[in-house]
T-cell receptor
Framework: LAKTTQPISMDSYEGQEVNITCSHN???????ITWYQQFPSQGPRFIIQ???TKVTNEVASLFIPADRKSSTLSLPRVSLSDTAVYYC??????????????FGTGTLLAVQP | ETGVTQTPRHLVMGMTNKKSLKCEQH?????MYWYKQSAKKPLELMFV???????ENNSVPSRFSPECPNSSHLFLHLHTLQPEDSALYLC?????????????FGPGTRLTVT
């Protein structure tokens, strides 16, 4: 199984850059790395996805080293509204997939004023 | 508006009841998913449908029965549930079934089994 490991929680202040790292040592060749954000009592929301190197969109950047055994979600200049749980996700959903699609325990990011 | 709706948003049922959860996606996607999220636990993938065919069943007890009549609708039929089945049940859809496709989640149904 593509088990992912993330810090349980992180604290930050408004305006800071936050980097959340996820470890996925047994990632398979075909697996993508996807990050989701979840607020209490809501469904997760897609943030960013990548396969290798660096990906950037309007809300975040994703850094993936060459061995792909880890990834880092970077949130620039966080605000109070970024307080949420962040999940790293790898794997696939088909029966023949090497790694089943599994959400890890997530990282609770708490942004202070 | 996420494009994925779920009803009801809250449900309380006894262990002998039969109820159904409904999910509808308005995104033209071909894959739909059911997840369970218990308190302080990660999301657990329960079922995956691709073009109305079930492609994944993660050892879910038979008291949970999914149904996908078309690519826009997904149901989860519940019967003889246990208190430990109380959780947030989330539906999601994606363009195609697979880990490389962004999933769009609904708001979830908060289920309490008494």
């Amino acid at each position: 199984l593509a088990k992912t490991t993330q810090p349980i929680s992180m604290d930050s202040y408004e305006g800071q850059e936050v980097n959340i790292t996820c470890s996925h040592n047994n990632i398979a060749t075909n697996d993508y790395i996807t990050w989701y954000q979840q607020f209490p009592s809501q469904g997760p929301r897609f943030i960013i996805q990548g396969y290798k190197t660096k990906v950037t969109n309007e809300v975040a950047s994703l850094f993936i080293p060459a061995d792909r055994k880890s990834s880092t979600l970077s949130l620039p200049r966080v605000s109070l509204s970024d307080t949420a749980v962040y999940y790293c996700l790898v794997g696939d959903v088909t029966g023949g997939a090497t790694n089943k699609l599994i959400f890890g325990t997530g990282t609770l990011l708490a942004v202070q004023p | 508006e996420t494009g994925v709706t779920q009803t009801p948003r809250h449900l309380v049922m006894g262990m002998t009841n039969k109820k159904s959860l409904k999910c509808e996606q308005h995104l033209g996607h071909n894959a739909m998913y059911w997840y369970k999220q218990s308190a302080k636990k990660p999301l657990e993938l329960m079922f995956v449908y691709s073009l109305e065919e079930r492609v994944e069943n993660n050892s879910v007890p038979s008291r949970f029965s999914p149904e996908c009549p078309n690519s826009s609708h997904l149901f989860l039929h519940l019967h003889t549930l246990q208190p430990e089945d109380s959780a947030l049940y989330l539906c999601a859809s994606s363009q195609t079934a697979g880990g490389s496709y962004e999933q769009y989640f609904g708001p979830g149904t908060r289920l309490t089994v008494t």
